[in-house]
T-cell receptor, first 115, second 112 residues
Framework: LAKTTQPISMDSYEGQEVNITCSHN???????ITWYQQFPSQGPRFIIQ?????VTNEVASLFIPADRKSSTLSLPRVSLSDTAVYYC????????????????WGLGTSLAVNP | DGGITQSPKYLFRKEGQNVTLSCEQN?????MYWYRQDPGQGLRLIYY???????QKGDIAEGYSVSREKKESFPLTVTSAQKNPTAFYLC???????????FGQGTRLTVV
């Protein structure tokens, strides 16, 4: 199983760039790297997903080095509303026939954005 | 999210009673999932279904049951055999071949 390690918590201020790094040393060839955001008492929300190099969308960037043993979620110019728990997941949904690399949800990183 | 409806948002039951949590989706997604989240823990997979009339056990299926009679619906029954049912339950869906899951708003079940 693809286990991930990420900081338990981080603090930042409005307007700053936040980088959250996730380690996943036993990532498999077919595994994707996916980040979710979760607010209290709500379901997680997909942020970004990548396989290698860099992926960017309207809310974040994901940097993946060549060995894929880690990844960094970058949130540009955070605001108070970005205060949430961020989960790094490695694997694929238990959807594909024969797949045994189910997504494992860790504790996530609790990001606090201060005024 | 918008296309996934979990009801009710809060649910209270007495110990020993079965309770069914509803999950309905209008996203036309093939796969549906049930997760459980406890305070300070990540999500744990209870059951999942890739297609109508078929479902698979996840990592913590004991004490739970599901059905998938319609593509739009994947209800979860928490039976009296579940030793610690108080938790936040999340339903998710995914389109065929995709690796992104879409989550509902969750149902917080409290058993007293």
């Amino acid at each position: 199983l693809a286990k991930t390690t990420q900081p338990i918590s981080m603090d930042s201020y409005e307007g700053q760039e936040v980088n959250i790094t996730c380690s996943h040393n036993n990532i498999a060839t077919n595994d994707y790297i996916t980040w979710y955001q979760q607010f209290p008492s709500q379901g997680p929300r997909f942020i970004i997903q990548g396989y290698k190099t860099k992926v960017t969308n309207e809310v974040a960037s994901l940097f993946i080095p060549a060995d894929r043993k880690s990844s960094t979620l970058s949130l540009p110019r955070v605001s108070l509303s970005d205060t949430a728990v961020y989960y790094c997941l490695v694997g694929v949904l238990p959807f594909h026939a024969g797949n045994n690399r189910k997504l494992i949800w860790g504790l996530g990183t609790s990001l606090a954005v201060n005024p | 999210d918008g296309g996934i409806t979990q009801s009710p948002k809060y649910l209270f039951r007495k110990e020993g009673q079965n309770v069914t949590l509803s999950c309905e989706q209008n996203l036309n997604h093939d796969a549906m999932y049930w997760y459980r989240q406890d305070p300070g823990q990540g999500l744990r997979l209870i059951y999942y279904s890739q297609i109508v009339n078929d479902f698979q056990k996840g990592d913590i299926a004991e004490g739970y049951s599901v059905s998938r009679e319609k593509k739009e619906s994947f209800p979860l029954t928490v039976t009296s055999a579940q030793k610690n049912p108080t938790a936040f339950y999340l339903c998710a869906t995914a389109p065929r071949g995709d690796t992104e899951a879409f989550f509902g708003q969750g149902t917080r079940l409290t058993v007293v």
